[in-house]
């Protein structure tokens, strides 16, 4: 495999661009919080394996005050005593969701995920699980690099 970008991505197409970065705003600002979509955007980036969008959101975790110790057991979150019930009904439901259409395990995340989250709350999270992983296939698809020195702000 190749690990040279095949497209200069943000510079190309710019409405899709803004577009994406807009939801991906909107999913933060949500009723979530930003730290549980972070959580989120994180396990997903970990299962679809997108190196860029699991550093950005590992530093964007650090940057939230999140333990790094922490933040290292989100791959293994079923096993880690780090996650409270809220966060493990959200990232079970973001496995589940993540793993369609190939497979389909929403029923058993499904009441774990209505104990703790209300009708928009769930819409919410489905449109954080969504965007991730728009992100992450464009990514991946025109392997986009992990930047050795992060952007500013970033």
């Known amino acids: 495999m190749s690990h040279a970008a095949r497209l200069p991505l943000f510079t190309l197409a710019p409405a899709p661009l803004k577009a ?15 730290k549980l979509v972070e959580l989120v955007n994180l396990r997903v980036s970990q299962v679809n394996g997108c190196g860029v969008c699991v550093d950005m959101h590992w530093r964007d975790l650090v940057k939230q005050g999140c333990d790094p110790r922490h933040l290292n057991t989100v791959a293994g979150w079923r096993e ?14 973001a496995d589940a969701v993540n793993a369609l259409p ?6 058993a995340a499904w009441p774990a995920l209505r104990e703790q989250f209300n009708d928009t709350e769930v819409a919410e999270l489905g449109y954080a699980i ?25």
């Open 102 to 107: 190939g497979r389909d395990d929403t029923d």
């Open 80 to 93: 880690s005593p780090f996650f409270d019930a809220r966060e493990r009904a959200a990232l079970a439901w």
């Open 20 to 34: 994406m970065i807009g939801l991906s705003q909107a999913a933060k600002q949500s009723s979530l919080g930003p």
């Open 130 to 154: 969504a965007v991730i992983r728009g992100w992450n296939a464009i990514n991946l698809s025109l392997r986009n690099q992990i930047p050795v020195t992060p952007a500013p702000g970033m």
